[in-house]
Structures are given as structure tokens and as C-alpha cells.
């Protein structure tokens, strides 16, 4: 299994984040896995944001559960995260991980 997160890389305050993880390799509706949003901010740890389940069942960081929504198109193997509201704090790069796999992450700065 292989993942691709994409989105764009600069946010302007009080926007949205809208980022897209690509799965290869296996289905994430099939694969009794967690699929998972993770972040770093600069000079800071790993930041657990959310998961959704191969079921569709979805949880979320009580931190920004209500800035978050996650969904997913089982058609194209793909899962999706949306932050609003974003502030400057919001910068970090951005990964998505499923069983036993994290993709590359990208890089999402929050600037005006």
C-alpha cells in the first residue's frame, strides 16, 4: 500500500484546508485499517487529527474536532481532510498513514 497526500501548499488565515490522501496498492474500504491524518508544526511533535474507518466510522482530535471533517470517495481510493478556520498555528506539514504506512506529508503554511 502506498499513499499520496496533495493539497495546496499556502492558506491564507480564516481559509480551508482541503487536503486528499491517494491510496495505491489496496482499498480503503476493504483493508481493516484506521486511514489517518497527522500533523507537525514546525519544532513540535506529532499531532494526532482524526482517522476514518475502512468502515466509515470517523473520530476526531477533540482539539480541532470542531474545525475538522473528514470524508472519502471509496470510487477513487481517496480520503480527504477539511480544517477551517485556519490560523498561522495550522502550519505544518500534513500526513496522511494507513495500516503500517504514512505517506511523504506535505507542506501546508498558513500565511496572509
Known amino acids: 500500500v502506498q499513499l499520496q497526500e496533495s493539497g495546496p501548499g499556502l492558506v491564507k488565515p480564516a481559509q480551508t484546508i482541503y487536503l486528499t490522501c491517494t491510496v495505491s496498492?489496496?482499498?480503503?474500504?476493504?483493508?481493516?485499517?484506521?486511514w489517518i491524518w497527522i500533523r507537525q508544526p514546525p519544532g513540535k511533535g506529532l499531532e494526532w487529527i482524526g482517522a476514518?474507518?475502512?468502515?466509515?466510522?470517523?473520530s476526531y482530535s477533540p482539539t480541532l474536532k470542531s474545525r475538522t471533517s473528514f470524508s472519502r470517495d471509496t470510487s477513487k481510493n481517496q480520503f480527504t481532510l477539511q480544517l477551517s478556520s485556519v490560523t498561522p498555528e495550522d502550519t505544518a506539514v500534513y500526513y496522511c498513514?494507513?495500516?503500517?504506512?504514512w505517506g511523504q506529508g506535505t507542506q501546508v503554511t498558513v500565511s496572509s
Open positions: 498513514a494507513g495500516p503500517g504506512v
Open positions: 496498492g489496496g482499498s480503503i474500504s476493504t483493508i481493516n485499517s484506521d
Open positions: 476514518i474507518h475502512y468502515s466509515g466510522s470517523i
